[in-house]
């Protein structure tokens, strides 16, 4: 959230992928974004964020979702529920807030995320996922042979993993 462009960033050797890959998020909440963070400075948290800006739940939880407020060091279900929580119990008002309100504080129970979740979101908001499909297998491949073993297995049968990179049809060729 405090690090991302609209395009990608590079921070040292962080690379930081731009809001514009977000499949739903709005244009017009990704400039808010931008020009509330360039004027007033970074977010310090989840609330900090939400009381500086108007913002729906649903565009809210893609951000959470996609882990763009990992600097709070918070789980994302938890971000979610205070999210909701926040947006439900604030009225909504069509101009800056001159001070920011007084916020309740929820006990919400300690929640997780699983890698293949993770994934899974990751394509639903992105297209693509940030890891490697093969740390998502549930049991690791038993042949670890390579291109350079393939003489050694001549005529006989092999199994080799790999992932798709694209397809091309037969009329690309002409």
């Known amino acids: ?3 991302s462009n609209a395009g990608n ?5 962080d690379l930081y992928l731009g809001l514009g890959y977000l ?3 709005e244009q017009r909440v990704m400039e808010r974004i931008l020009k509330e963070r360039f004027v007033k400075g970074d977010f310090i948290s989840l609330e900090d964020f939400l009381d500086r800006l108007m913002i729906s739940i649903e565009q809210v939880s893609i951000l959470i979702r996609i ?3 990992r600097f709070t060091e918070t789980n994302k279900h938890e971000l979610l529920w205070k999210a909701h929580l926040f947006l439900n119990q604030t009225k909504k008002i069509d ?3 001159l001070f920011a309100p007084k916020q309740q504080h929820f006990e919400i ?3 997780y995320s699983t890698n293949l979740e993770v994934a899974f979101t990751q394509l639903e908001l992105l297209g693509f996922s940030l890891c490697s499909p093969f740390e998502l297998l549930e049991e690791v491949p038993l042949n670890t042979s390579g291109s350079k073993d393939f003489e050694k ?3 006989k049968n092999i199994d080799i993993y790999g992932y798709l990179i694209t397809i091309t049809s037969k009329n690309s060729h002409r």
Do not use: Q, T
């Not at 960033?9 to 050797?13: A, E, P, Q």
């Open 153 to 155: 297995y001549l005529n």
């Open 67 to 69: 882990d763009a407020f």
């Open 109 to 111: 129970p300690s929640l």
């Open 9 to 13: 960033r590079i921070y040292g050797k």
């Open 1 to 3: 959230m405090n690090k």
């Open 23 to 25: 499949r739903e998020l």
């Open 95 to 97: 101009h800056p807030k």
